[in-house]
């Protein structure tokens, strides 16, 4: 079953970029997050939507938020992907695909990993899923609702 608004973010782990555990309860309750699936590293639009993440993160870290970008590619992968574009969220590697069910992230056209973003306030309540294959206008969503709940 998908997550929706008012839904509190289920805790998870995974691998991040150090092959380290990540472990959302370090984070959920604590501040905003902003979690965002993506088909594919080194893809044109993945890339240009991890740039634009990258373009305005000092706006999500002055809102207090942390973003975090999930996809099934390897640890290997997302190392190279993070340093090639210099990335500096988190990425964490869903290579069993256990998160993008755990979230309820649908394929989209049916093959292709689906491209969607939760939206959690400092509670770790959702206030924002959105999905779009277009990758840029996940940011300017994100944005726009944290600046209305830090208002």
């Given at each position: 079953?998908?997550?929706?608004?008012?839904?509190?973010?289920?805790?998870?782990?995974?691998?991040?970029?150090?092959?380290?555990?990540f472990?959302s309860?370090?984070?959920?309750?604590?501040?905003?997050l902003?979690?965002?699936?993506?088909?594919?590293?080194?893809t044109?639009v993945?890339?240009?939507?991890?740039?634009s993440?990258?373009?305005?993160?000092?706006?999500?870290?002055?809102?207090?938020a942390?973003?975090?970008?999930?996809s099934?590619?390897s640890?290997?992968s997302?190392?190279k992907f993070k340093s090639k574009?210099?990335?500096p969220?988190?990425l964490?590697?869903?290579n069993?695909?256990k998160?993008?069910k755990?979230?309820?992230?649908e394929n989209?056209?049916?093959i292709?990993p689906?491209?969607?973003t939760?939206?959690?306030?400092?509670k770790g309540i959702?206030?924002?899923?959105?999905?779009?294959?277009?990758?840029?206008?996940?940011?300017?969503k994100a944005l726009?609702i944290?600046k209305?709940?830090?208002?």
């Amino acid at each position: 079953m998908a997550l929706k608004v008012g839904d509190k973010l289920p805790n998870f782990k995974a691998k991040d970029t150090n092959g380290n555990i990540f472990d959302s309860q370090n984070y959920i309750g604590k501040q905003p997050l902003i979690i965002y699936f993506y088909p594919k590293d080194e893809t044109r639009v993945c890339t240009e939507q991890a740039c634009s993440f990258r373009d305005n993160y000092q706006e999500f870290i002055d809102l207090g938020a942390e973003v975090i970008g999930i996809s099934a590619d390897s640890v290997q992968s997302h190392l190279k992907f993070k340093s090639k574009f210099n990335l500096p969220f988190i990425l964490l590697s869903d290579n069993d695909k256990k998160l993008r069910k755990l979230f309820g992230v649908e394929n989209d056209f049916l093959i292709i990993p689906g491209r969607q973003t939760f939206v959690a306030d400092e509670k770790g309540i959702i206030v924002l899923v959105f999905n779009s294959m277009q990758g840029k206008i996940h940011i300017n969503k994100a944005l726009k609702i944290l600046k209305e709940l830090t208002k």
